[in-house]
């Protein structure tokens, strides 16, 4: 297991769920982020952690060197209106239940914070579905996973490229039944940035549901979205006012590990990567009405056979055109120059979490944040993508 090394360690879970003496421990920092805590008492020196560690021991696939891309739309409307972008991982997931198996994915919990969780029918695939800008505690998923293929059924899991690089290091083989998915990720907030500004924007009232893609304005712009037991009552903002969404975006307060990401290239360990279409209407016109589009990347034959199933229209296209968009694919998230001045002043508490956010979000931020993004590989791209989807969180 990583030691002393925040940077290293994501938060995966895959040494806590290998642990069977039960002697590692998650603790959250003062930023919200949870690591390992090993009790020594308990510890008897196996060593499994240590073998399920993703970082120490990276799960070598044999792959393409860019896997095949494609743009592809959920033919079933009302699917696709309900998910973040074109609706794939809802028919990629039905294709496992139909089959009598079992779907893992993160959904929110009873404190609105976000864990992994399993669906065993379409009702309950509902939970996870739609992205959740939280990173996900996968706590005994990978436990489940291994217990539901060794009884033989199909099973899909899907995570960040980190959580799947850990279930196939956990894992320890390949097994037939397992379809893993993961997506291009921006990086993970803080559990306990969240946790404060969720409290501060509903100021208590019961919560129904939570958006973080809402579409009524469209797929682009849009939307965080509370909506509440009262009546129908919500509260929603444009991503670029919402101040959790401009200091998401503006990686003010991503786990230290998601600036040094080991897992963002283009030939992964998982079946297929799932992404939004950014730039779809300047590289694929025709896929693009403004609704969602999927971008779908193809890492073995077990998702080539899966995305054959689908229910959607697809358009084959060149990996460059599907990572143009989409630096994370490729590349780390960049340092925030003003995270850690942000972090003292979380830890210390004296502001309330809204006039924090606005400080470190607001105007003065754009040019510091440029020349950031010109200092590291793909910084450019990112200020392109930025302005391709009209996002305005760079003022």
């Known amino acids: 297991m ?41 510890c008897v020196g196996c060593g499994a952690c240590e073998r399920a560690c993703p970082v120490l021991n990276p799960p070598l696939v044999e792959q393409a060197k860019e896997p095949a891309a494609y743009a592809a739309i959920n033919r079933d409307e009302a699917v696709r209106q309900s998910s973040s972008s074109g609706g794939i991982f809802h028919s990629l997931a039905m294709s496992v239940l139909q089959e009598g198996g079992i779907v893992f ?8 914070e976000v864990a992994h969780q399993s669906a065993e029918s379409e009702n309950e695939l509902k939970a996870l579905q739609v ?14 996973v291994r217990e539901n293929l060794n009884k033989g059924r199909k099973v899909l899991f899907c995570g960040t490229p980190c959580q799947c690089a850990a279930l196939r290091t956990f894992l320890h083989k390949d097994y037939p039944g397992l379809l893993l998915v993961d997506f291009i990720c921006h990086g993970v907030p803080s559990p306990a940035v969240w946790r404060r500004y969720l409290a501060w924007r509903t100021r208590g009232e019961k919560i129904h549901s939570i958006s973080f893609r ?8 849009f939307q965080l979205a509370f909506f509440f037991n009262n009546a129908g009552r919500y509260l929603a903002e444009d991503l670029d006012k919402d101040l959790y969404m401009k200091g998401f975006l503006q990686n003010l307060y991503l786990r230290p590990s998601c600036y040094e990401c080991r897992f963002c290239q283009s030939n992964r360990p998982t079946d297929i990567t799932l992404a939004d279409f950014w730039g779809v209407e300047e590289e ?29 229209y697809v358009w084959q296209i060149a990996f460059a055109k599907g990572v143009k968009h989409n630096p994370s694919m490729l590349s780390p998230a ?12 979380f830890v210390r508490g004296k502001k309330d979490i809204g006039h924090l956010l606005a400080r470190f979000t607001g105007p003065g931020r754009k040019a510091r944040l440029k020349t950031a993004c010109k200092k590291i ?12 989807i009209r996002h305005k969180f760079l003022k």
């Not at 809402?214 to 712009?221: A, G």
């Open 377 to 388: 590989p793909g910084g450019l791209s990112l200020i392109k993508l930025c302005q391709g």
């Open 214 to 221: 809402n579409k009524n304005i469209s797929w682009e712009r």
């Open 131 to 144: 992205s959740k800008y939280l990173q996900s505690r996968a706590e005994d998923s990978y436990q489940l």
């Open 334 to 345: 960049f340092l925030s120059p003003g995270r850690a001045a942000f972090f003292r002043e």
């Open 105 to 112: 994915g993160a959904g929110f919990d009873e404190k609105w």
């Open 2 to 42: 990583i030691k002393n090394n925040r940077a290293s360690c994501s938060g995966c879970y895959s040494c806590w769920n290998s642990c069977y003496k039960d002697a590692i421990i998650m603790e959250e920092d003062e930023e919200g982020f949870r690591y390992p805590r090993i009790d020594a008492e308990r």
């Open 284 to 312: 694929l016109p025709e896929a693009s009405d403004h609704k969602g589009t999927s971008l779908v990347f193809i890492h073995s034959e077990r998702g080539k056979a899966a995305f054959a199933e689908v229910s959607a």
